[in-house]
């Protein structure tokens, strides 16, 4: 089946910083999304992106499909953005990677 | 606020007893599916309801059965419980017209 690649796996910053996690995966997709997963385990949908670049606040994601990658930048950090951050992509259903854990200190 | 709802939110259950997890999506949302998610690991696709007919399927054991109703609500069931079946089980939707997943807050099961 289709492998989806997350790195980091952690990362730690201190609030106000900039990231930029990064997703890859080794198929054609059909869709991809990105996932925030809050403390209480929650899964919120950030972005639904299988091409081109979208913003949305502090977040903006790209996804290559060509090259099969995609990226997720957050500026300005905050300790809010704490938690698990997903890459699902899709073929025939939705595979997630093994998430990249943010811990944002103030 | 996905307009996924999914019940029990915590459960216990013991080793060899069966569970029945439930989840209620959004008008027009055909197709359901149901992720396990281990502590510290990604959701893991278990299977896909597509019009009440099982569509795809991960690589879980035959002991993991569900059902979708016509109501947009389906189940997950889960017979002959063992250890490693502690998790957060979640139930997706997905939009017809867009493809976009929804979440539900998820069930999690622990079982001793």
């Known amino acids: 089946g289709i492998q989806v690649e997350q790195s980091p796996p952690d990362l730690i910053l201190q609030e106000g910083a900039n990231s930029t996690l990064r997703c890859n995966f080794s198929?054609?997709?059909?869709?991809l999304q990105w996932f925030h997963q809050n403390p209480w385990g929650q899964l919120i949908n950030l972005f639904y992106i299988p091409s081109g670049t979208k913003q949305n606040g502090r977040l903006s994601a790209t996804t290559v499909a060509t090259e099969r990658y995609s990226l997720l930048y957050i500026s300005s950090s905050q300790t809010t953005d704490s938690g698990v951050y997903f890459c699902?992509?899709?073929?025939?259903?939705?595979?997630f990677g093994a998430g990249t854990r943010l811990t944002v200190k103030p | 606020e996905t307009g996924v709802t999914q019940s029990p939110t915590h459960l216990i259950k013991t080793r060899g007893q069966q569970v029945t997890l439930r989840c209620s999506s959004q008008?027009?949302?055909?197709?359901v599916s149901w992720y396990q998610q281990a502590l510290g690991q990604g959701p893991q696709f278990i299977f896909q309801y597509y019009r009440e007919e099982e569509n795809g399927r991960g690589n879980f054991p035959p002991r993991f059965s569900g059902l979708q109703f016509p109501n947009y609500s389906s189940e997950l069931n889960v017979n002959a419980l063992e250890l490693d079946d502690s998790a957060l089980y979640l139930c997706v939707s997905t939009s017809g017209s867009t493809g976009e997943l929804f979440f539900g807050e998820g069930s999690r099961l622990t079982v001793l």
């Open positions: 699902a992509v899709e073929r025939s259903d939705m595979r």
């Open positions: 198929d054609s997709v059909n869709n």
């Open positions: 008008s027009g949302h055909n197709t």
